[in-house]
Antibody
Framework: EVQLVESGGGLVQPGGSLRLSCAASGFTFSSYEMNWVRQAPGKGLEWVSYISSSGSTIYYADSVKGRFTISRDNAKNSLYLQMNSLRAEDTAVYYCAAGCGYWGQGTLVTVSS | DIVMTQTPLSLSVTPGQPASISCKSSQSLLHSDGKTYLYWYLQKPGQSPQLLIY???SRFSGVPDRFSGSGSGTDFTLKISRVEAEDVGVYYCMQGIHLPLTFGPGTKVDIK
C-alpha cells in the first residue's frame, strides 16, 4: 500500500523556520517526481515546489522562491521542505504528492505571533 | 502560468442522478508526446485530495466506473453517471503540462 506521511508542521512566529518531512513507503520512491502542494484554510490548492526523481531538477512557486528549499533522500525514501522567513500567508496544510497520483494526509503549518 | 477555470462552482445533486463539471484551461494541455495532462481530484471533507482521473480520461486505481473524464485541448468534463452520498466534496481539475502546476478553483458537490 502506497503511503506518504508528512510531519514537521506546527506553530511558528513570522520570520521563523520549519522543516517538513514526507516519509514514503509502498512504492519505488526513487523513481517518482515529487511535489509539495499547500492549501490555506478554507481555500483551494496551490502548488509549492517540484523535485525530479534524482533531485537534479527543482522548481518553486514564485511565492516561496528564495525562502523554501526542497530536497530528497532516496536512500531514506524521504522528501523534505525547508521553510525559512515564514510569513502569515504561508499558513496552510502542506501535502506531499508522488507525481500527480498519491498524496499524503498533510501537515498544518501556522505562522502567527 | 496556465489558468484553470471550473463551472459550476457548486452543485447540489439528488442521489442516483448524473452530475457534470466543466474545466477549461487558458492554454492547450496537449503535450508533444501525444498525452494531454489534465487531472481530476476529489477532496472529501477533512481529507486530502485523491486522484480520480489522469490524462483526461483514465481512471486511477480503485476509482468507480461511474466517474468518467472527457475532453481535449482546453476543454474538459468530469461526469458522474449516478451520484452517491460518498461523492460529496470538492472537485478540482489540475493541469500537469507546465510548471507551476495549477488547479481550478474547485466545484463543491453536495447531496440534495
Amino acid at each position: 500500500e502506497v503511503q506518504l506521511v508528512e510531519s514537521g508542521g506546527g506553530l511558528v512566529q513570522p520570520g521563523g523556520s520549519l522543516r517538513l518531512s514526507c516519509a514514503a513507503s509502498g512504492f519505488t520512491f526513487s523513481s517518482y517526481e515529487m511535489n509539495w502542494v499547500r492549501q490555506a484554510p478554507g481555500k483551494g490548492l496551490e502548488w509549492v515546489s517540484y523535485i525530479s526523481s534524482s533531485g537534479s531538477t527543482i522548481y518553486y512557486a514564485d511565492s516561496v522562491k528564495g525562502r523554501f528549499t526542497i530536497s530528497r533522500d532516496n536512500a531514506k525514501n524521504s522528501l523534505y521542505l525547508q521553510m525559512n522567513s515564514l510569513r502569515a500567508e504561508d499558513t496552510a496544510v502542506y501535502y506531499c504528492a508522488a507525481g500527480c497520483g498519491y498524496w499524503g494526509q498533510g501537515t498544518l503549518v501556522t505562522v502567527s505571533s | 502560468d496556465i489558468v484553470m477555470t471550473q463551472t459550476p462552482l457548486s452543485l447540489s445533486v439528488t442521489p442516483g442522478q448524473p452530475a457534470s463539471i466543466s474545466c477549461k484551461s487558458s492554454q492547450s494541455l496537449l503535450h508533444s508526446d501525444g498525452k494531454t495532462y489534465l487531472y481530476w481530484y476529489l477532496q472529501k471533507p477533512g481529507q486530502s485530495p485523491q486522484l480520480l482521473i489522469y490524462e483526461v480520461s483514465s481512471r486511477f486505481s480503485g476509482v468507480p466506473d461511474r466517474f468518467s473524464g472527457s475532453g481535449s485541448g482546453t476543454d474538459f468534463t468530469l461526469k458522474i453517471s449516478r451520484v452517491e452520498a460518498e461523492d460529496v466534496g470538492v472537485y478540482y481539475c489540475m493541469q500537469g503540462i507546465h510548471l507551476p502546476l495549477t488547479f481550478g478553483p474547485g466545484t463543491k458537490v453536495d447531496i440534495k
